[in-house]
């Protein structure tokens, strides 16, 4: 479920071309929008996935472009901030404006009801023609409240996906499932594992019709993203000590660089900006395997090298 400004009672919320990016459907309305007010002026509230890859794509269609997000820096979620100097000053480089540390308080519109101004919380105004808005969703769990068992925000699910109800199963975001890897319940925002839950789900409910049996879920946390010529990948846990290694300046031509998470000595997350096929398997062994290290200084200037001897 989108999480929506006009849950909020932002002021001018509802006004039109303010967007946001969910179903098929909102899609459509955007690729309406950038048509209708092409080479305009977009605003785009939330430094997260969506607002990453929706500045750049706008940018791409060569449109304005200015991020809003009250954090300090973009995809707090899992960006360091050393990784996320990279992407802020390379979105700077491309053209696109960063506004951080502020929100947006309220909107005004024109005569049409279109939005044409974005009103921030630090007294900034900002011209529009389209807003699109980022801030999260929520699992929707509010169609089987008392029915089903919930657990961490989601529906509690097994190693199969199967609820606490006989063959009602609970897949993707919404799911709060036992990671073996980490031996505790979890749920996961991300496509991935959108896809390998219900692939999971689907086996067993074909096992369980044939009498047969289906190996526990062994899910690795893997996240990805791909904006202008940068791609990252980032496998297993960001908690613990962080390590850079390689060369985060947005100004270098190729950019290779990344970051270890150090837990209990032991290497638990990897992200690499730039990484090849091979290498971006190497950090997915890694973040499986957690192999220990003593030194965090020789880390990082062992850099990659240390994932890709794994």
């Not at 270890?260 to 973040?287: C, H, M, P, R, T």
């Not at 030194?295 to 990082?300: C, F, I, S, T």
């Amino acid at each position: 479920q989108t999480i929506k400004l006009t849950d909020f009672g932002v002021q001018g919320a509802e006004s039109n071309n303010i967007l946001y990016l969910r179903e098929i459907d909102d899609a459509d309305k955007l690729v309406a929008a950038m048509q209708a007010k092409k080479d305009g002026k977009a605003v785009v509230v939330g430094g997260g996935y969506i607002g990453l890859e929706l500045s750049a794509a706008l940018k791409i269609n060569n449109f304005d472009v200015t991020m809003v997000y009250p954090e300090p820096w973009c995809m707090p979620r899992l960006f360091t901030a050393g990784i996320a100097h990279f992407y802020e000053g390379y979105y700077a480089s491309k053209g696109i404006n960063i506004v951080k540390g502020t929100v947006a308080s309220g909107f005004d519109a024109d005569a049409n009801g279109d939005v044409s101004v974005v009103k921030l919380k630090d007294g900034r105004v900002l011209d529009a023609d389209i807003v699109i808005v980022g801030v999260g969703g929520r699992p929707l769990t509010g169609l089987f409240k008392g029915q089903v068992e919930e657990d961490k925000g989601g529906l509690k699910t097994d190693t199969f996906f199967e609820t606490s109800v006989a063959g009602v199963y609970a897949i993707g975001d919404v799911a709060t499932f036992p990671m073996k890897l980490y031996n505790e319940p979890r749920r996961v925002e991300h496509v991935d594992h959108a896809r390998k839950s219900a692939e999971q789900a689907v086996k067993a409910i074909k096992a369980k019709e044939s009498g047969e049996s289906v190996a526990e879920y062994d899910y690795l946390p893997y996240f990805y993203s791909r904006s202008f010529d940068v791609a990252w990948q980032f496998y297993g846990e960001n908690v613990g000590e962080t390590v850079l290694f390689g060369d985060n300046d947005p100004a270098v031509a190729k950019p290779k660089f990344g970051t270890y998470w150090v837990k209990d000595g032991k290497v638990i997350g990897v992200f690499l900006e730039g990484g090849s096929a091979d290498e971006n398997q190497a950090i997915a062994k890694v973040a499986r395997a957690q192999p220990p290290v003593a030194d965090v200084e020789a880390l990082g200037k062992e850099g990659l090298d240390f994932a890709t001897k794994i």
